[in-house]
């Protein structure tokens, strides 16, 4: 069965602080990998993808990739109110399905 | 922009009853996907089509069906509905195959059964 795991939270980080979301997935063929933001009672929403090992950075999102150790992570830097949700890592090898963690809750303090 | 539509926000129903979740998606995409999204659970497949009349079992079908007559659109049948099925449905849909295909998800619809 594969799997895809993330800390449930809630993550509780102040306004403008670096919050660091982790994932960690069973399947060593994963080829893809996601992050989804969904915010409470709203459907998923693509915030990033990476596919290759090292850094993707887009505005004040950057994912990581670590394919040796199966680890993929988002760090959010200057961390806002609006960023409070719940984050969904998602992994796919070259097939149809996408498999989802069941997310990380988000809080940012104002 | 893609757009993915679902027919209900909410829905209630009874015990037994059968229900028709439809989903649209304006894109010309290949792929549809239904899940169902549970607290602390994540969103599990229960479905997916990748063409007309096309259809794969995902990790949790038994009480479910699916059918996919034309390629914009691809409901979900709730044979005889029970209260375990009372979540939240997200149908989604991605434009090929291949590990680089993102999906595209509509805004869900909470099925309570009573």
């Known amino acids: 069965q594969k799997e895809v795991e993330q800390n449930s939270g809630p993550l509780s980080v102040p306004e403008g602080a670096i919050a660091s979301l982790n994932c960690t997935y069973s399947?060593?063929?994963?080829?893809?990998f996601f992050w989804y933001r969904q915010y409470s009672g709203k459907s998923p929403e693509l915030i990033m993808s990476?596919?290759?090992?090292g850094d993707k950075e887009d505005g004040r999102f950057t994912a990581q990739l670590n394919k040796a150790s199966q680890y993929v992570s988002l760090l959010i830097r200057d961390s806002q109110p609006s960023d409070s949700a719940t984050y969904l890592c998602?992994?796919?090898?070259?097939?149809?399905?996408?498999?989802f963690g069941a997310g990380t809750r988000l809080f940012v303090k104002a | 922009d893609v757009k993915v539509t679902q027919s209900s926000r909410y829905l209630v129903k009874r015990t037994g009853e059968k229900v028709f979740l439809e989903c649209v998606q304006d894109?010309?995409?290949?792929?549809m996907f239904w899940y169902r999204q549970d607290p602390g659970l994540g969103l599990r497949l229960i479905y997916f089509?990748?063409?007309?009349?096309?259809?794969e079992k995902g990790d949790i079908p038994e009480g479910y069906s699916v059918s996919r007559e034309k390629k914009e659109r691809f409901s979900l049948i709730l044979e005889s509905a029970s209260t375990n099925q009372t979540s939240m449905y997200l149908c989604?849909?991605?434009?090929?195959?291949?590990?680089?295909?993102?999906?595209?998800f509509g805004p869900g619809t909470r099925l309570t059964v009573l």
């Open positions: 894109m010309d995409h290949e792929n």
């Open positions: 998602a992994v796919k090898d070259g097939g149809f399905k996408t498999i």
């Open positions: 089509s990748y063409d007309v009349k096309m259809k």
């Open positions: 989604a849909s991605s434009l090929s195959g291949g590990s680089t295909d993102t999906q595209y």
């Open positions: 990476i596919y290759s090992n």
């Open positions: 399947d060593r063929v994963s080829q893809s």
